[in-house]
């Protein structure tokens, strides 16, 4: 998140809709069962206020989490 408000929700079977989440600037908002899971996504993203938003590829997304994993391993031995 850039700017804005966001919610995650869910709808079940009987169109109530639950929040999952509120992403403000600097949060990270997304299925994450489907993201990690690389499965059809069931949780809805919506916008709250007027948003801007980065899109990260999945594929960017791991190789970001392991450039900060080995940069943390390097710091933690010094």
Same mark, same amino acid.
């Given at each position: 998140?850039?700017? #804005?408000? !966001?919610?995650?929700? $869910? &709808?079940? %079977?009987?169109?109530?809709?639950?929040?999952?989440?509120?992403?403000?600037?600097? $949060?990270?908002?997304? %299925?994450?069962?489907? *993201?990690? #899971?690389?499965?059809?996504?069931? !949780?809805? &993203? #919506?916008? &709250?206020? %007027?948003?801007?938003?980065?899109? *990260?590829?999945?594929?960017?997304?791991?190789?970001?989490?392991?450039?900060? &994993?080995? *940069?943390?391993?390097?710091?933690?031995?010094?």
């Amino acid at each position: 998140m850039v700017s #804005g408000c !966001i919610k995650t929700f $869910y &709808i079940n %079977d009987n169109l109530k809709m639950f929040v999952m989440q509120f992403a403000m600037p600097g $949060y990270w908002a997304s %299925d994450y069962t489907a *993201l990690n #899971g690389s499965i059809r996504a069931t !949780i809805n &993203i #919506g916008c &709250i206020t %007027d948003t801007v938003v980065l899109r *990260l590829s999945n594929k960017d997304r791991k190789t970001h989490v392991r450039s900060i &994993i080995n *940069l943390n391993i390097s710091f933690a031995h010094g």
